[in-house]
């Protein structure tokens, strides 16, 4: 991603007129914890377009499925940890890849990774 498209440029009147909402809405949002605006030294808040997007998936989820801001909350935090999690297995088959292409590694071992409060297995098998 650009750095553009995280650079807070909009204020909030422009945001509630983009997205047709109230900047009450907006503020109420960022009450909840559900968006995390800029601000300027005057503590005038400022959007990014990662910022608005982020808005865009709030009203999808309160507007089309009825979900409640508790419930955008969870939804969004939960969100968070999957992508998390998708991360890491992507870097633990990374590993494994590498490790598949080093001659001094058995190929018929696993790559066992320890987290804090939970293990992390990932089992290829690889045929030689």
Same mark, same amino acid.
């Given at each position: 991603?650009? *750095?553009?498209?995280?650079?807070?440029?909009?204020?909030?009147?422009?945001?509630?007129?983009?997205?047709?909402?109230?900047?009450?809405?907006?503020?109420?949002?960022?009450?909840?914890?559900?968006?995390?605006?800029?601000?300027? *030294?005057?503590?005038?808040?400022?959007?990014?377009?990662?910022?608005?997007?982020?808005?865009?998936?709030?009203? *999808?989820?309160?507007?089309?499925?009825? %979900?409640?801001?508790?419930?955008?909350?969870?939804?969004?935090?939960?969100?968070?940890?999957?992508?998390?999690?998708?991360?890491?297995?992507?870097?633990?088959?990374?590993?494994?890849?590498?490790?598949?292409?080093?001659?001094? %590694?058995?190929?018929?071992?696993?790559?066992?990774?320890?987290?804090?409060?939970?293990?992390?297995?990932?089992?290829?098998?690889?045929? %030689?």
């Amino acid at each position: 991603m650009s *750095n553009s498209y995280k650079e807070p440029v909009y204020l909030i009147s422009m945001v509630a007129e983009i997205l047709n909402i109230h900047p009450q809405t907006l503020r109420q949002y960022e009450r909840e914890g559900l968006i995390y605006p800029s601000r300027t *030294n005057g503590k005038i808040r400022l959007y990014s377009q990662e910022d608005i997007d982020n808005i865009k998936v709030v009203l *999808n989820l309160t507007r089309n499925l009825g %979900v409640n801001l508790a419930g955008v909350s969870m939804i969004l935090k939960q969100n968070k940890k999957i992508n998390k999690l998708e991360n890491e297995i992507l870097k633990y088959k990374k590993e494994l890849e590498r490790l598949k292409h080093d001659t001094l %590694v058995p190929h018929d071992k696993a790559l066992i990774i320890k987290q804090q409060q939970y293990d992390v297995v990932v089992v290829e098998e690889i045929i %030689v």
